[in-house]
């Protein structure tokens, strides 16, 4: 659905030039929902840009549903550009039109009649759940409501290819996740392909097939969310998946058992897919003189299966601690000794 | 009563003059709007990361607005009357106001206009960008009407403007209240008739002030 090959896209400022995508080579399926990460300034918006032609590469191409975006100028890229919609952090709806209007803008840029507009607009404000308020203005909704609204707007022309630009950023998490949720069903009920930008992995995690990790402009890690999530490889990768796994508080509630409980071990245990529902617990507690004290733990669903972890101390005689962590590591589990550091 | 303050005021001249204030605002102030939004839209479009970014256009256009805005009107008046002969014919009258009133007040204008236009979240225009709307249809759709409260403003400032301007064209000539206060009540010393020309002029002014004010506020949804 997506190819880019080679890109890179250099701006001139006054401090020199600066590279915000190096060689990036990239090729997202068709109905996929892709995700990128980065920090900010790591090209991810550049890059997104480039797909429906806002950025034009300085190298390279970029190929979206058979028309090569980077080539074409004019009239032919304006009507590249309705078949992919796009959704913004703020929204970035018109204050001086209606729900509806709003709604109905895309189609009046596409040339459709007032008769079809009208009975578009009704579908779409019922698909994103906005039943009863087209005729409210932008500055009347909340954030949640005109995300809503900017997916209507985004879906109007039965695009190939959805573009989310930091799309939750601006909401609360809550209504980020009511979001997530209608961008995932909007993706299942019409095979829409979604890429999206986010600095936020819980994003990446509640909805993305496949997630590509950015940094100074290039690739640095990519694949199924769930692998990463396994064995996030990067030290980049490693910190967006901590924000998921390991919230800053828990490090610190772990350093200070580690440190309360001198005796016996302190594990850490990740969970991949199947292996997130095996009653480990239950199995080293029976086969082994030990006591279990669970300090931790999460289970979190991606779209490709369970990812979660458990801290637990284990304690009891030495060599008993010891065949237990030995036990855990020979299970499908990843097992981690945490000790002071 | 009336008459007693006001004992030399002749009311058909004071209506007549009124009508030709109108006339002059009116008729200068529908070319300033078309003008001054043109100029404006050029301004805005041709500035750095627009759509159109032109530095030489900008920087012609930029020159011509600030010159015709720094002269003073009532210079600016004396300087184009080869130019208002030439095309209207003569020096005298309402009509003869007309040129020196738009190409004082337009670019005046334009410069509101910008300004108002780079109030718009640029946000909004890379979304009608992405939809792929052309560069007329994002002005038709995106930039006048999400401008519109303060391009309306700005219109009611440059009105009240041009009001004042027209008396300033009366003193030499053109006609309307101005000519009336400066003629016939300053130069005969009948203060009572500069008063009242004052009077109807203030009334002109509060009404179009109110006007503009109204419009504004129920325009904006914001």
Redesign the interface.
């Given at each position: 659905m997506i190819l880019i090959e080679q890109a890179k896209k250099i701006f001139q400022t006054k401090n020199g030039p600066v590279t915000a995508v190096d060689d990036i080579d990239l090729s997202i399926l068709e109905g996929e929902i892709f995700g990128m990460i980065g920090y900010s300034g790591a090209g991810k918006s550049t890059l997104i840009r480039m797909l429906?032609g806002?950025e034009t590469p300085t190298e390279g191409s970029v190929t979206v549903a058979g028309r090569t975006v980077s080539e074409i100028k004019g009239v032919e890229?304006?009507?590249?550009?309705?078949e992919?919609g796009?959704i913004?952090q703020?929204f970035?709806?018109?204050?001086?039109?209606t729900v509806r209007d709003n709604i109905a803008?895309?189609l009046?840029?596409?040339g459709v009649s007032k008769a079809e507009r009208d009975k578009r607009v009704n579908e779409l404000i019922e698909l994103v759940g906005l039943d009863g308020r087209g005729d409210s203005?932008?500055?009347q909704l909340s954030g949640g409501q005109k995300q809503r609204v900017g997916i209507a707007?985004a879906l109007a022309?039965n695009p190939k290819v959805l573009?989310c630009d930091e799309a939750t950023s601006a909401l609360d998490p809550q209504t980020t996740d009511s979001i997530l949720e209608l961008l995932v069903d909007i993706n299942e009920r019409l095979g829409l392909t979604i890429v999206l930008i986010t600095h936020e992995m819980h994003v990446i995690r509640k909805i993305c097939h496949r997630v590509a990790v950015m940094e100074a402009g290039k690739i640095v890690e990519m694949g199924p969310v769930l692998d990463v999530f396994r064995r996030p490889e990067q030290p980049i990768t490693k910190r967006f998946v901590q924000q998921v796994t390991e919230p800053e508080e828990s490090k610190e509630t772990i350093r200070h058992l580690v440190e309360a409980h001198p005796e016996g071990k302190i594990v850490k245990l990740t969970f991949v897919g199947v292996s997130a529902e095996q009653p480990v617990i239950t199995d080293i507690i029976r086969r082994f003189e030990v006591a279990v004290n669970i300090l931790q733990g999460k289970i979190s669903q991606t779209q490709n299966g369970a990812y979660g972890t458990l801290f637990v101390h284990v304690t009891g005689n030495a060599s008993e601690v010891d065949k237990a962590v030995a036990f855990l590591d020979a299970q499908q589990v990843d097992s981690e000794v945490i000790t002071y550091d | 009563m009336i008459e007693q303050w006001f004992p030399n005021v002749d009311w058909g001249k004071m209506w007549e003059a009124t009508l030709q204030t109108l006339y002059m605002t009116s008729i200068s102030v529908v070319i300033t709007f078309i003008l001054g939004l043109l100029l404006g839209l050029l301004l805005f479009l041709t500035s750095k990361g627009q759509l159109w970014e032109n530095k030489a256009v900008y920087g012609i256009t930029a020159v011509i607005v600030n010159v015709f805005r720094s002269i003073p009107f009532i210079i600016l008046i004396v300087l184009l009357i080869p130019f208002t002969k030439a095309i209207i014919g003569t020096i005298i009258g309402e009509n003869a106001a007309l040129p020196a009133l738009i190409i004082g007040a337009a670019p005046f204008y334009a410069r509101m206009v910008e300004i108002a236009l780079r109030e718009i979240d640029k946000g909004v225009i890379e979304a009608a960008r992405a939809m792929g709307a052309s560069t007329s249809t994002i002005i038709r759709k995106v930039l006048i009407p999400e401008s519109l409260p303060a391009l309306v403003s700005g219109l009611t400032v440059t009105a009240i403007a041009l009001v004042s301007y027209t008396a300033m064209a009366g003193v030499i000539g053109a006609g309307g209240l101005g000519n009336l206060a400066f003629l016939d009540g300053f130069q005969r010393s009948r203060n009572d008739v500069t008063l009242m020309a004052t009077i109807v002029i203030l009334i002109i002014v509060f009404i179009i002030q109110f006007i503009g004010d109204t419009f504004t506020r129920k325009l904006d949804k914001r």
């Open positions: 429906n806002l890229l304006r009507k590249a550009r309705q992919i796009m913004f703020h970035n709806l018109l204050w001086s039109r803008f895309p009046e840029i596409a203005y932008p500055a707007r022309n573009l | -």
